[in-house]
């Protein structure tokens, strides 16, 4: 699925304050490696239902044995594996025995101490892979880890490796024996290991999205090949929310823009952040945060949220929210199933002349009936205009004022709300009082 970076910032999928990322919330990686295997993951969403059907069995299948996932592959050893290989060292003996072994641990004391950690942690991880491809390489493995499963095979299928192999420790085998491993991994396994560590970094990243499906209690939407563009979601929330409000939402082709109106602070943004998201995390193999998802297949997702000025090229926020307009409007307009969401159109204009751009925009983006769209506006004088088109539906989220009391349900409504509540904000933050007593 295509997407841009400006969308991934939108939807807080990256975020420089990293605690506050989708990123961050599902990664529960073992390595640094996995880590940025699992970034790669997440910047590149799928685009074939077959791809992302793999990634959700993968999971499925690492959540049905979490409890056994080998555990002796830590960040610190692979750490150590990559110094191994970059440090300098003497020689190794080329025929390593009792005799030249302890020579070398006595005239190259220093050497033979960083070759005697680095084989241990070399034992831990090629250990782990090879308990990993003993776990879940099966028959029925799901295409995706069995690929990587039988490359991490073949690679520790190597005569000079069944030490490891038969023993369960590094400790079992003697300085000799630890040598001639060392010399071989040294010498002639070193494109095999830095291979495996690539493998063990996707492993790692799988492992990752499926401890974060099963704390997050995340289910795995179902896909369908539909040439349509659609949309089904029960209890739908946002990922990053501790107590969100949930949503359902049911966008197709007969019913493809949604007119999204309602006060500020009713939850508009939280809501197009929350399909946009889920719909982001559905293409990538992940569960999402809802009870059941249906979806079609999205070509690609672009946002226009956080729009900015840009000071130094001298261009005004309206000029830049222009740009991005005409740049998803060339994006959608190629017959490709899309989903745009858009918040709050044309902010950085007057209103007269912002209800007349937005009107115009819409009534253009809704000749497109293979995308879908999601927009949100305080401009609710234009929906009644807007309603003689049938594609369109209109939603809001309920405010409620008692005794100056702001209450929102964060619920969506049928309808467009005309509520006006700016200057009771503002008087209820005392902004009005500090100006009167000026």
Known sequence: MEIDKTTLADLSIFNNEEEFSVFHKLNHTLTSNGRNMLHKCLANPLNNIALIQ???QTLQVIIDK???WPMQISNGTIKVIERFYESSIDPLPETVSSFTAYSYK????????LVKYSTIHCFDFI???QLLVKLFLREDTPP???KVLEEAQKITRKAELDIIDKNNKSSDISIPE??????????QFKQNILQLLQLHAQLDAWYGMAVSVKKLQLVFPGFTGSKQPFIEVKGLSHILLEKPATYEVNLNRQTNFLFLTGANMAGKSTFIKSVGVAVFLAHTGMGVPAQKMELSLFD??????NVMDNIMKGESYFYNEVQRIKATIQKVNDGRKWLILIDELFKGTNVQDAMKCSTTVIEGL???KNSIFILSTHLYEIGEALKIHPNICFNYFETTVTDDQLSFSYRLKEGISNDKLGYLILKKEGVVKLLEEL
């Open 54 to 56: 793999g990634i959700q």
């Open 66 to 68: 979490e409890q056994q």
């Open 106 to 113: 006595l005239f190259h004391g220093p050497d033979f101490s």
């Open 127 to 129: 250990k782990g892979m």
């Open 144 to 146: 995706p880890m069995k």
């Open 178 to 187: 630890s040598l001639q491993l060392a010399r071989f991994l040294r010498y």
């Open 300 to 305: 690609g997702l672009l946002s226009n949220i």
């Open 366 to 368: 809704l000749k497109i």
